[in-house]
């Protein structure tokens, strides 16, 4: 299996710190590549962390606030200065479509053909990942202007047990077709089926929620992510500020974790208010309503999967 893990390239809000680049977020899941809310420096942050616009396989935009889009232009430049061949998919909000071609043809420069955009509309859409290992969903937040989280979900599977299939005669090229088909006849002339030979293994997911209040789409969002990469963008005591602006606080990050029974909590998107004394009061406050792991970014961390869950 190919890597699975967050590359965070940049972990501050509306304005940029000595610390910390506007918002960008590299999740590579099996050989895909998907760029969450390229903000400015991006690219540079990409070779910082020597990741490549050859990995790319989706952009996925959750709305048009600079410090979430204005690195578009450079990442679609360089996805074509680099000869990428591959298609590369776009995900935004369609009602923002006409920042989008401003974006994506800001300056000028030898175009691409590889960028295939999906508008996304409504209060949730299924978006279309072809042939990858996973689907991938947008939800409508709630933020002043619109925006949408991202949700990425790999298909549940099965878990062979080499004692179950040995004790059956079940080897070799037998245990694929027994997984492909669901039964197979041992060479003892005994009919196995899958069941007999294996466990669930659920699928992997993976939330992604920027700027939003809480509402709806946040829960949706969250249920039941081994994963959830998630804005806290205030302190508690500014949950007033939170609420004007269509941001979330730590605490009500936490909470968003712990009703969607996630694994591991990623908090990110700081406000330039807050200086790095504070960041321990983001993980405290988190905390105080979610008991599970919660990891606080900095710029260019790498965030690992959490392991599968064995139901």
């Known amino acids: 299996m190919s890597a699975r893990d967050l590359l965070v390239l940049g972990s501050a809000s509306a304005v940029p710190t000595r610390h910390r680049n506007h918002n960008g977020y ?11 809310d390229p903000g400015e420096g991006t690219q540079r942050q990409m070779s910082l ?14 709305h048009f606030h600079g ?3 204005l690195g578009v232009p450079g990442i679609v430049q360089r996805v074509a200065r680099d000869g990428v061949a591959h298609r590369v998919d776009a995900a935004f909000p369609a009602s923002g479509a006409h920042f989008w071609e401003r974006l994506r043809h800001a300056s000028a ?7 295939h955009e999906q508008p996304v509309s409504g209060d949730a859409m299924e ?16 933020h002043p202007v619109e925006s949408y989280g991202y949700r990425l979900a790999e298909p549940d599977g099965v878990t062979m047990l080499p004692a179950e299939l040995a004790a059956r005669g079940v080897r070799g090229p037998l245990v ?6 669901g039964s197979v006849v041992a060479p003892d002339g005994r009919t196995v089926t899958l069941a007999e030979c294996s466990v669930p293994r659920p699928g992997q997911r993976v939330a992604f929620v920027m700027d939003t209040r809480l509402c709806d789409g946040v829960a949706a969002l969250a249920d039941g992510a081994d994963m959830l990469i998630i804005e806290s963008t205030f302190l508690d005591e500014d949950a007033a500020l939170a609420a004007d602006y269509g941001h979330l606080t730590a605490g009500q990050a936490g909470k968003a974790a712990a009703e969607g029974d996630v694994r591991r909590l990623v908090l990110t998107h700081f406000s330039e208010r807050y200086q790095a004394e504070d960041e321990p009061r983001f993980v405290e406050q988190a905390a105080a309503a979610f008991g599970g792991d919660i990891v606080l970014v900095h710029d260019l961390d790498r965030v690992p999967m959490p392991r599968r869950r064995r139901d």
Do not use: M
């Open 26 to 36: 590299l999740l590579r899941w099996d050989g895909h590549a998907l760029l969450f």
């Open 176 to 181: 694929r077709r027994l997984q492909q088909e």
């Open 67 to 69: 410090d979430h889009c």
């Open 49 to 62: 962390a020597g990741a490549s616009a050859n990995e790319l396989t989706w952009i996925c935009v959750t």
């Open 127 to 142: 978006l279309d990942t072809g042939d990858a290992p996973f689907t991938l969903t947008a939800h409508r937040l709630s």
């Open 109 to 115: 420069f030898r175009d691409t053909g590889v960028i």
